[in-house]
């Protein structure tokens, strides 16, 4: 027996790259459109997007717009590294679980290496560990740490954490490279100025994520360290990244960039689902696998449980042993949505209760 539901599919905590795209992103495309503009990046929008995420960052740095966040993250790691070099990351990073090798292939060759942690983030020690286990000639010579933040399990690092790991990074001759994916989502979960969690702390690169955030297309490569930036424009070009018309990857940043949308946006996803967290928290068999710092809530249900959930038209990611589920939200999502979805989840909870019974 199945709980009826009268929406046939709901897609509404399966992704945030399941949202459309939100209007200030939409209005600054429309306003972009109008009429004609220069090429490959010789237009105003993007002069103005740089522009104002130099300002947003409070540094002079240097700004590339990319199309999506595995080119992001692996042009700028090739540009961190040699191929004889290596990169530490923590085992559930987007650059190893979901990029299909592209930071080995566009670096040439330099190995992944891969460490533990609580939670997604990696663990010091570990990392220390990854880069004293070997220092001949015979082991490829680690020179990046990868930090992705938010992770991918929905936590977020905090200023003294990442102060921790540059402090570590400085003593290992490490470059820090941040996916910053959700880099809006833990800015607003942490309520600091960007520079805070990048380069005061010690972020040689951010991967800054646009498309979760609410643009229909784009993410953009902050070089805090300049230099790192040295002919990354033809790196971009060679992997077929750079954008003929450029101003509608770059109008967006201007409009989500203007009057805090892009944090605006980013709470808001945050909000629904520390919503989504507390409400889950207070149902029997229904365990929360990690903090919700961020817009994604991780529990773990009874098998069954998900299937009914299924069933009644939700979709979600499983990820990490059978049951353990992931509902995202994103700058779409209501509360309304969430109140729907714990809804089924009591009904479907009390139902599988009183069949046990
Ligand atoms: C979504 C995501 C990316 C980018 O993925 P693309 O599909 O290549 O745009 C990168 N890192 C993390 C952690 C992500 O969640």
């Not at 897609?11 to 200030?24: I, L, R, T």
């Not at 833990?186 to 498309?211: H, M, N, Q, R, Y």
Request: net charge negative; hydrophobic share 40%; charged share 20%.
């Amino acid at each position: 027996m199945t709980v009826t539901s009268t929406h046939p599919t709901r897609f509404q905590f399966a992704s945030d790259n399941y949202a459309g795209v939100c209007p200030e992103a939409w209005e600054a495309m429309a306003e972009a459109n109008r009429g004609y503009a220069s090429s490959y990046g010789e237009d105003p929008w993007t002069a103005r997007a740089s522009e104002r995420l130099r300002e947003i960052f409070e540094t002079d740095c240097e700004v590339f717009f990319v199309f999506n966040g595995t080119a992001a993250n692996s042009l700028a790691l090739a540009s961190l590294c040699q191929s004889y070099h290596s990169i530490i990351c923590h085992e559930m990073a987007h650059i190893e679980t979901d990029e299909c090798g592209a930071a080995e292939f566009f670096s040439n060759g330099t190995k992944v290496l891969l460490v533990r942690g609580d939670n997604g983030k990696v663990d010091p020690a570990e990392v220390v560990h990854a880069v004293k286990r070997r220092s001949d000639i015979h082991y490829p010579k680690p020179k990046v740490l990868s930090l992705t933040q938010a992770t991918e399990l929905g936590t977020v690092y905090s200023v003294d954490e990442l102060q921790a790991i540059a402090e570590l990074a400085r003593r290992h001759k490490l470059r820090i490279h941040m996916d910053g994916a959700r880099f809006s989502n833990a800015v607003a979960s942490l309520g600091v100025a960007p520079k805070e969690i990048t380069w005061k702390a010690g972020v040689d690169v951010l991967c800054f994520g646009g498309t979760k955030n609410g643009f229909a297309i784009g993410e953009a490569v902050v070089f805090f360290n300049k230099e790192l930036a040295y002919e990354f424009e033809y790196r971009c070009k060679q992997a077929g990244q750079l954008a003929s018309k450029m101003r509608f990857l770059t109008a967006p940043w201007v409009g989500m960039l203007e009057n805090d949308m892009w944090l605006t946006r980013a709470g808001n996803a945050n909000r629904c689902a520390r919503l989504l967290e507390s409400q889950l928290r207070s149902i029997d068999g229904v365990d929360v696998m990690y903090p919700s710092q961020a817009n994604a809530v991780f529990v773990d249900l009874p098998p069954q449980l998900a299937e009914m959930l299924r069933e009644m038209g939700w979709h979600f990611y499983t990820f990490i042993g059978s049951g353990g589920a992931r509902f995202m939200c994103s700058w779409e999502t209501t509360e309304a949505d969430v109140d729907a979805l714990v809804k089924d989840i009591q009904a479907a909870s009390a139902q599988l209760k009183g069949e046990k019974a």
